[in-house]
Nanobody, 115 residues
Framework: QVQLVESGGGLVQAGGSLTLSCAASGFTFSTSAMSWVRQAPGKELEWVSGITDFGPKYYDNTVKGRFNISRDNAKNLLYLQMTNMKPEDTAVYYC?????????RGQGTQVTVSS
């Protein structure tokens, strides 16, 4: 049974940084592509970033150069380092077991960026 638990969200001022973590269990994490998605109130789900099991990464244009996705296969952890954050980054962020926005996901963690 796939289990994904996000943590690390919170309130940050514009220009600040946050690092999200996702603890994965119930599947072979090291051979799984993983993604971060976000959903702001009244908006569609947005694929923020993805990482394959062999290296290649994806970033949405709105976060390219500001966010970094990484993984620790020994600890079954997925990370999203967010820097130079903007109010439009405010959303619930989800960890997803997929290459793309759709797949099993966690309960999400709220990120709020104040201006």
């Amino acid at each position: 049974q796939v289990q994904l638990v996000e943590s690390g969200g919170g309130l940050v001022q514009a220009g600040g940084s946050l690092t999200l973590s996702c603890a994965a269990s119930g599947f072979t994490f090291s051979t799984s592509a993983m993604s971060w998605v976000r959903q702001a109130p009244g908006k569609e789900l947005e694929w923020v970033s993805g990482i394959t099991d062999f290296g290649p990464k994806y970033y949405d244009n709105t976060v390219k150069g500001r966010f970094n996705i990484s993984r620790d296969n020994a600890k079954n952890l997925l990370y999203l380092q967010m820097t130079n954050m903007k109010p439009e980054d405010t959303a619930v962020y989800y960890c997803v077991k997929s290459w793309g926005p759709y797949g099993p996901r966690g309960q999400g963690t709220q990120v709020t960026v104040s201006s």
